[in-house]
């Protein structure tokens, strides 16, 4: 049973430090999701990548978080310096381009919480 | 952006109860889909809805999509603890591939 895969679970760390998320999506997908939920804004989209190129970063803080995909199995979102404001679940998802159905499956997320 | 309201925020009700779970926008859609989140683990897909009008049974589950395309509905019958979760609409607009989620519905059957 193919899944998305995160890592690490859950991280906390202090104000300042960097921090970095991994996601290993379906293997065979070429869309790759980033996504942030909280309490208050709900599932917000962050960047998303086809064929590892990005298609759109709107979503993300550009002068802290920046999003990659090295290779077709990995991809990565740093937070540098991080902010309590960033405490929250984040989201990686992954499926194939083509239609209006398309499927995106979700990986468990990433819980961080920033001090 | 695009905004899609969920009503009602929150709901709890006995086992065996009807619900309906509504997803609203000013916008129009070209697809929307329902997910359902457990605790701890993403938002699994339930449904993708494509067409105005368009009506997709899932067991107890009736889904509905406007026939403007601006909202749906999710409706429940004879609810079962297992229905507990957040729900999730999200809505594709034309030429945009990324979903843009609702606000979400959490949902709590009691036994």
């Known amino acids: 049973d193919a899944r998305v895969t995160q890592t690490p679970r859950h991280k906390v760390t202090e104000m300042g430090q960097e921090v970095t998320m991994r996601c290993q999506p379906i293997?065979?997908?070429?869309?790759v999701f980033w996504y942030r939920q909280t309490m208050m804004q709900g599932l917000e989209l962050l960047a998303y990548?086809?064929?590892?190129?990005?298609?759109?970063d709107s979503g993300m803080p550009k002068d802290r978080f920046s999003a990659e995909m090295p290779d077709a199995t990995l991809a990565t979102l740093k937070i540098q310096p991080s902010e309590p404001r960033d405490s929250a679940v984040y989201f990686c998802?992954?499926?194939?381009?083509?239609?209006?159905?398309?499927?995106?499956?979700f990986g468990p997320g990433t819980r961080l919480t920033v001090l | 952006t695009q905004l899609l309201e969920q009503s009602p925020q929150f709901l709890s009700i006995q086992e065996g109860e009807n619900l309906t779970v509504y997803c609203n926008s000013s916008?129009?859609?070209?697809?929307l889909q329902w997910y359902r989140q457990e605790p701890g683990e993403g938002p699994v897909l339930l449904v993708t809805?494509?067409?105005?009008?368009e009506v997709k049974k899932l067991k107890r589950l009736t889904f509905q999509f406007g026939d403007a395309r601006k909202d749906s509905s999710l409706h429940i019958t004879a609810a079962q603890p297992g229905d507990t979760g957040l729900y999730l609409c999200?809505?594709?607009?034309?030429?945009?591939?990324?979903?843009?989620f609702g606000s979400g519905t959490r949902l709590q059957v009691q036994p």
């Open positions: 293997l065979g997908h070429n869309t």
């Open positions: 916008s129009v859609f070209s697809s």
């Open positions: 809805v494509v067409t105005g009008g």
């Open positions: 999200a809505g594709r607009d034309t030429g945009r591939r990324a979903l843009t």
């Open positions: 990548f086809r064929n590892r190129a990005p298609l759109d």
């Open positions: 998802a992954s499926g194939t381009t083509g239609y209006e159905t398309d499927t995106q499956y």
